[in-house]
């Protein structure tokens, strides 16, 4: 490409915190993210004549694998990944001196190719958050136009805040059933009847019940709806549409308070034909383009252009643990495609010519949604209830924190004796809304691969582990009485003390329905926070470093996602959420791209529906 090559828009970023586009601006994990390809596209089939450029750091993902066939989104976090970034963070003496890694896509689509593709929404009231900051346009009345018009749902039809005619596919597994799924939709209605089981859990409203999952999988093709396929791939044979791979973006170049441009890997650089041109970008390439706060931009030798200092502030994500359960030898698991790849080729032929079978199944067939009730809160702790009450009484959301089911990773048991099948997720357990509040910033002004000065300040707050200690309690409640349970897998549970009642069983069988809850004392409960410092992770939500909100309030960007003193520069992904959101933040990061699509428009003159 030449060097100074005319672009109207240019999506451009990193991998982690924010990307640039000038002209607009799309980010995500990537500078090809998901907020960029719906970004891209919309504007593309708007006016085919824009010229757009997007610069991935990954590679492209169109009909590849490990992208397509939902049963191998496993496969995109082992080690050695090329689809995914993992980043480490600073060990943390609130993980008992672990170091937190959050794994980030890494392809065109961002982490819409590489997620679990679970459907789960937040409650209303996380956007009607988000208009308290004086944020124009963003109330939940005036995002859910966006939220139903990039979805099909499928599962159901005539629901008023779901969409039938979007891009995205929402369905129902089509694979045979493997029933761990059902059997915890059926525990909840004998053992835990106050809360309901409901056919549908994302209508903005229900936080407290027990639902079949729904899932970002094609229902005809059984493939996975991803953003670059959906987007961005279909618009693939118009020439103004670019997209670069392999290519690191270092900054956004500013010229008297315009960005002008890109400045990514071999110094090529890119300019817009327009002065009215725009740009995106994520928040460790706004730092090293003299966005940020001074003494951040200082300490790496870069000219302080713009004092933001809310930039790569605020970082907010979900975290869990995955306690890991024995089921009997007779459960149908995901575990010949799981543990043996090439055993995916048995199911192909299936898969290619009906869109069913396992190559469809992402593993998950239930979940739970969870607000703590007065009376749960009661039978806990003192200090415990103290912490979770005063959460539940400053918080407004209707939705509270996420306790699900899945069937994730049904491998062999670790004891090479006992070659037992085992699930962790049964009790994959998420908090929504923990008090963590981050930061991410850059560790060199030059080299745009230099590792973060990353703090994601996991469980720093008590009322977080307060949180994951009753999720806990609640989810292994809930397993001991499903049909298909063994016992658990001790190493991977609290290490409770010897002679406790509540000590965990190497080979167990399951409990009748009114069998007596266990009974934990002070001691146990030190061993589950003590458990959940050892394992908890992240969920791979990360969010919040260029906040929407006022400056003086530590804000990056205003209601139409300009960046603050800057012009034609614009932040559009997950970064600009000025609080948490309750859910898998793809379909909060689909509708930012629908919302941004519509405001680029408009500043471009275009008619956009």
């Known amino acids: 490409m030449s060097e100074h090559s005319a672009f109207d828009i240019i999506f451009a970023g990193g991998e982690f915190d924010s990307s640039p586009t000038i002209t607009h601006w799309s980010a995500g994990p990537t500078s090809g993210g998901t907020t960029a390809c719906v970004v891209a596209g919309r504007l593309a089939a708007a006016d085919p004549s824009l010229k757009i450029l997007i610069i991935e750091s990954g590679q492209h993902s169109n009909d590849v694998p490990i992208h397509v066939q939902p049963c191998r989104s496993v496969q995109n976090l082992v080690p050695d990944s090329a689809t995914v970034s993992f980043h480490a963070g600073k060990a943390s003496i609130h993980l008992n001196g672990r170091v937190p890694v959050v794994p980030c896509g890494r392809s065109v689509g961002g982490g819409s190719t590489v997620n679990f593709m679970l459907y789960v929404r937040g409650a209303a009231s996380d956007y009607d958050?988000?208009?308290?900051?004086?944020?124009?346009?963003?109330?939940?009345?005036?995002?859910?136009?966006?939220?139903?018009?990039?979805?099909?749902?499928?599962?159901?039809?005539?629901?008023l805040t779901h969409g039938y005619s979007g891009p995205i596919g929402i369905s129902t597994v089509k694979a045979a059933e493997i029933e761990i799924g059902s059997q915890l939709l059926d525990v909840g209605?004998?053992?835990?009847?106050?809360?309901?089981?409901?056919?549908?859990?994302?209508?903005?409203?229900?936080?407290?019940?027990?639902?079949?999952?729904?899932?970002?999988?094609d229902p005809a093709t059984g493939k996975r709806c991803d953003a670059a396929s959906r987007y961005l791939y279909p618009y693939s044979d118009n020439p103004n549409l670019r997209v670069l791979v392999d290519k690191s973006v270092k900054r956004v170049i500013l010229k008297n308070g315009r960005a002008v441009g890109v400045e990514y890997s071999a110094d090529t650089r890119s300019s817009p034909g327009s002065s009215d041109?725009?740009?995106?970008?994520?928040?460790?390439?706004?730092?090293?383009?003299?966005?940020?706060?001074?003494?951040?931009?200082?300490?790496n030798k870069v000219d302080v252009l713009i004092d933001l200092p809310?930039?790569?502030?605020?970082?907010?994500?979900?975290?869990?643990?995955?306690?890991?359960?024995?089921?009997?030898?007779?459960?149908?698991?995901?575990?010949?495609?799981?543990?043996?790849?090439?055993?995916?080729?048995?199911?192909?032929?299936?898969?290619?010519?009906?869109?069913?079978?396992?190559?469809?199944?992402?593993?998950?067939?239930?979940?739970?949604?969870?607000?703590?009730t007065a009376a749960q809160l009661a039978s806990e702790r003192v200090c415990v209830a103290k912490e979770m009450g005063n959460i539940l009484s400053t918080q407004s959301r209707q939705s509270y924190g996420s306790h699900r089911n899945s069937i994730w990773i049904p491998s062999r048991s670790l004891r090479n004796q006992r070659e037992q099948i085992y699930l962790c997720g049964l009790l994959h357990l998420v908090e929504f809304y923990?008090?963590?509040?981050?930061?991410?910033?850059?560790?060199?002004?030059?080299?745009?691969?230099?590792?973060?000065?990353?703090?994601?300040?996991?469980?720093?707050?008590?009322?977080?582990?307060?949180?994951?200690?009753?999720?806990?309690?609640?989810?292994?409640?809930?397993?001991?009485?499903?049909?298909t349970y063994r016992g658990e897998v001790t190493a991977l549970h609290p290490q409770f003390p010897a002679g406790s009642p509540a000590a965990c069983k190497e080979s167990d069988l399951p409990v009748a329905m009114d069998a007596p809850d266990i009974v934990y004392s002070e001691a146990d409960d030190e061993a589950i926070a003590k458990y959940h410092r050892d394992v908890v992770l992240s969920i791979w939500h990360s969010l919040g470093t260029c906040a929407m909100k006022p400056r003086d309030q530590g804000g990056v960007v205003d209601a139409r996602l300009n960046v603050y003193g800057v012009q034609g520069l614009k932040v559009?992904?997950?970064?600009?959420?000025?609080?948490?959101?309750?859910?898998?933040?793809?379909?909060?990061?689909?509708?930012?791209?629908?919302?941004v699509a519509t405001i680029i428009a408009e500043d471009l003159g275009l008619k956009f529906e």
Request: glycine fraction near 6%.
């Open 277 to 299: 041109d725009f740009i995106t970008i994520m928040a460790s390439k706004t730092e090293r383009s003299g966005i940020g706060a001074p003494s951040v931009l200082e300490k």
């Open 310 to 372: 809310g930039v790569g502030e605020r970082y907010q994500d979900h975290c869990g643990a995955l306690p890991v359960y024995h089921v009997s030898d007779e459960t149908e698991t995901m575990d010949d495609v799981w543990s043996n790849p090439e055993a995916i080729t048995a199911y192909l032929n299936e898969w290619k010519v009906n869109g069913t079978g396992k190559i469809t199944h992402n593993g998950i067939e239930a979940i739970m949604k969870v607000r703590p």
């Open 572 to 595: 559009a992904d997950l970064s600009i959420c000025p609080t948490n959101v309750g859910n898998n933040t793809y379909s909060t990061a689909l509708m930012i791209g629908e919302k």
């Open 434 to 483: 923990p008090e963590l509040l981050g930061s991410v910033h850059i560790t060199s002004g030059e080299d745009a691969n230099a590792p973060l000065d990353f703090d994601p300040d996991f469980c720093s707050k008590p009322g977080d582990i307060a949180q994951l200690n009753l999720f806990y309690k609640m989810a292994r409640e809930r397993a001991r009485r499903m049909p």
């Open 129 to 159: 958050d988000w208009a308290t900051f004086g944020n124009e346009g963003w109330s939940f009345s005036e995002v859910l136009p966006f939220f139903k018009k990039f979805e099909t749902f499928a599962p159901i039809s005539n629901r």
């Open 189 to 217: 209605k004998m053992y835990d009847p106050d809360r309901p089981y409901v056919d549908d859990c994302n209508d903005f409203k229900t936080s407290d019940a027990y639902s079949p999952a729904h899932l970002y999988i």
